[in-house]
Every structure is written in structure tokens, then in C-alpha cells.
């Protein structure tokens, strides 16, 4: 009985025996010198950055809600369109239920401004000083154009 496992027990010891001999000559042969470059991390042959990364808003992980939802919807279809005939009236209920769940999550990640992308406008009726009149070229003043064309007029 035992001499069955003798194969596997002995192909185990070969492997750790490898992986060990292996590190060692990694350390033996390896150069020790340690520079800059080595020392920085590797992200595919780009190169670090001293700005840090700009960070994601809400309205990117909103829309990969979105498609997050509509990807098991679509995993949950499939099963649904191959048995739709055994499934009767019962799996045509299921079925629109849970498309009504996955309209409803559509319909939230879209009232909270999922696809929303341009600048927030935020016109409050209840604030008198803020008019509706207001733009952006009526109210950012130009700063610095002094000798120098507007860029409206810049060719």
C-alpha cells in the first residue's frame, strides 16, 4: 500500500530539493550590487512618475456598476433563453422579475448622475443670489492678457 505513494513522495522531494538549489544559486551567482533602478519597482517597463496618480471619482465605479449589473444579467439570460420552453409561465415571472431588479439599480446608478461626466451644475432655487443668467463667460474674468490677444480672438 505504501509503495504506491512512493512516486508522488518522491517527486515531491525533487521539487522543494529543486526550488531550494535553485535560490541558492540565484544567491551564489547573482550580482549583490545594488543600485537605483533595481531598487524601484518595475510596472511593465514604465517608468515611475513623481506626481502621484490621480485618483478615480465615484462616477467611474458608478459606471462599472452599470456593467457589472448588465454582465449577470446577461449571465442569468442565457440559462433562461436555452430552457424557456420547460420553464412555462413560472421561468417568463422569474425572468421578469429579476429584469425588473436589474431595471431598477439601472435606473438608481442614473439618477446619481452614473453618466454624468461634464461639470456639476448647481442651481439652487432656494439661494437668491444665485441667477440662472449666470455662465461661465459672463462671470470668470480673464487674468494675464495684457498685450496679448484674447483667446477668442487668437488664430
Given at each position: 500500500?505504501?509503495?504506491?505513494y512512493?512516486p508522488?513522495f518522491?517527486?515531491g522531494?525533487l521539487a522543494v530539493l529543486?526550488?531550494?538549489l ?11 550590487r ?13 517608468e ?10 465615484v462616477?467611474f465605479f458608478?459606471i462599472a ?5 448588465f454582465?449577470?444579467?446577461i449571465?442569468?439570460l442565457?440559462p ?9 409561465l413560472f421561468g417568463?415571472?422569474?425572468?421578469g ?10 435606473v ?7 453618466l454624468n ?5 448647481r ?5 437668491p443670489q ?5 455662465t461661465?463667460?459672463?462671470?470668470v474674468r480673464?487674468?494675464g492678457l495684457?498685450?496679448r490677444q484674447?483667446?477668442?480672438e487668437?488664430?
Open positions: 500500500m505504501t509503495g504506491q512512493l508522488i518522491a517527486l522531494v529543486f526550488a531550494a535553485s535560490f541558492g544559486a540565484s544567491r551564489l551567482l547573482a550580482p549583490s545594488q543600485t537605483r533602478p533595481k531598487l524601484e519597482p518595475y510596472e511593465c517597463g514604465v515611475e512618475s513623481t506626481a502621484a496618480p490621480e485618483r478615480f471619482g462616477r458608478l456598476m452599470i456593467f457589472i449589473v454582465d449577470i444579467e449571465i442569468f442565457y433562461w433563453a436555452v430552457s424557456y420552453r420547460e420553464l412555462g417568463l415571472v422569474a425572468i422579475v429579476f429584469a425588473l431588479a436589474v431595471f431598477e439599480s439601472f438608481y446608478l442614473i439618477g446619481n448622475g452614473a461626466w461634464g461639470p456639476t451644475r442651481v439652487s432655487k432656494s439661494n444665485v441667477s440662472a443668467a449666470r461661465s463667460t459672463s462671470t480673464r487674468v495684457d498685450g484674447a483667446p477668442s487668437a488664430t
